[in-house]
T-cell receptor, first 120, second 115 residues
């Protein structure tokens, strides 16, 4: 099965500084990777995805992620952090499963999440 | 508004009771997923339906069950509730066409408190 790991439970960064939220993956075959953000008392919102192509992926709210095949990483980055970026961030990988009937399906397997706090 | 609608937003119930959580997927999405989010367990996949058919099962307890109806809305039934079932329950939807799969769209969740 595919998996992702987020090694940091919490990341603190000063407003205006660059931020990085780390994610490493373990997959067989080509990885399909995603980042989601969860604000307090809200559902998860899609930020960006990597399927193929350029290793630097640009997403919503000024975020970007760098896919590194040799290091099996997909770190989320932003050049200048805002207080409003404070939230819970989840990395995810697409997995494929087969039901007893033989029917296939996609699921996303999520990391445990990293709480980002941007300090004014 | 993500297009995925979950009701109710909050639910408080007693141990031993049964509740039903409802989800309407985004227009055009045939696949519905249920997740449980608790502080100590993170985001746990429960079950997936596609066009009315169960497609995948995760860490779903036997006390829990789900179904997807012909109009594609889904219900998650939780019975014999325990204090440990208190959590946020999320529904998400997606397409399953390989060339069109762009991840999930999540609802805003149902916060279940068992007292």
């Amino acid at each position: 099965a595919q998996s992702v790991a987020q090694p940091e439970d919490q990341v603190n960064v000063a407003e205006g500084n660059p931020l990085t939220v780390k994610c490493t993956y373990s997959v067989s075959g080509n990885p399909y990777l995603f980042w989601y953000v969860q604000y307090p008392n809200r559902g998860l919102q899609f930020l960006l995805k990597y399927i193929t192509g350029d290793n630097l992926v640009k997403g919503s709210y000024g975020f970007e992620a760098e896919f590194n095949k040799s290091q099996t990483s997909f770190h989320l980055k932003k050049p200048s952090a805002l207080v409003s970026d404070s939230a819970l961030y989840f990395c995810a990988v697409r997995d494929i499963s087969f039901a007893d009937s033989g029917a296939w399906s996609y699921q996303l397997t999520f990391g445990k999440g990293t709480k980002l706090s941007v300090i004014p | 508004d993500s297009g995925v609608t979950q009701t109710p937003k909050h639910l408080i119930t007693a141990t031993g009771q049964r509740v039903t959580l409802r989800c309407s997927p985004r227009s055009g999405d045939l696949s519905v997923y249920w997740y449980q989010q608790s502080l100590d367990q993170g985001l746990q996949f429960l079950i997936q339906y596609y066009n009315g058919e169960e497609r995948a099962k995760g860490n779903i307890l036997e006390r829990f069950s789900a179904q997807q109806f012909p109009d594609l809305h889904s219900e998650l039934n939780l019975s014999s509730l325990e204090l440990g079932d208190s959590a946020l329950y999320f529904c998400a939807s997606s397409v399953l066409v390989p060339s069109e799969f762009n991840g999930y769209t999540f609802g805003s969740g149902t916060r279940l408190t068992v007292v």
